[in-house]
């Protein structure tokens, strides 16, 4: 065991973990966080996906040593009150179907536009395709990110 410290939704934790625990499981058991989901645990569905220095990464495949003194942002950090433009948006275009994938299909969303304000279909589609949703609603997932970039 070691300790870390970590800035998380821009608050300062301390967490006693094995180096090697991968993020995600720091953010659920941990610290509560349970908004980011398991998918896969191989870093190939996008589930899990949180901002490192806003940068979309797959916490798990991340060890928790390896973001030491870095910027997390989870789903719970992404703004006090769930009024990101992306979020707005996700519930304007009635994206979530079973849900499961919305956090973060929204994480990965809302970093493109934060490196990308207007981006292109392909840029939309290269973007978020890391991210699977089995119930399919990739049509509303570019429309909801369309809407968004014109918040």
């Not at 991340?62 to 950090?77: D, R, Y």
């Not at 009024?83 to 990965?108: N, T």
């Not at 809302?110 to 049509?139: F, K």
Request: hydrophobic share 35%; charged share 20%; aromatic share 4%.
């Amino acid at each position: 065991m070691a300790s870390f410290e970590l800035e998380i939704n821009g608050k300062q934790k301390t967490v006693e973990v094995d180096p090697s625990t991968p993020l995600l499981w720091v953010l659920r058991d941990h610290l509560d966080l349970v908004g980011t989901k398991y998918g896969c645990g191989v870093a190939q569905c996008g589930a899990c996906t949180v901002h490192l220095n806003g940068t979309a990464v797959r916490s798990c495949s991340l060890p928790i040593s390896a973001v030491t003194g870095q910027s997390i942002t989870t789903i719970e950090g992404l703004s006090e009150k769930g009024d990101h433009p992306v979020q707005k948006a996700w519930l304007e275009v009635d994206v979530p179907q079973c849900g499961y994938c919305q956090a973060g299909q929204i994480m990965s969303a809302a970093a493109l536009l934060n490196s990308n304000a207007s981006p292109s279909d392909e840029e939309i589609e290269a973007a978020m395709s890391g991210n699977i949703c089995r119930c399919g609603t990739y049509v509303r997932i570019k429309n909801a990110i369309k809407s968004a970039a014109k918040l």
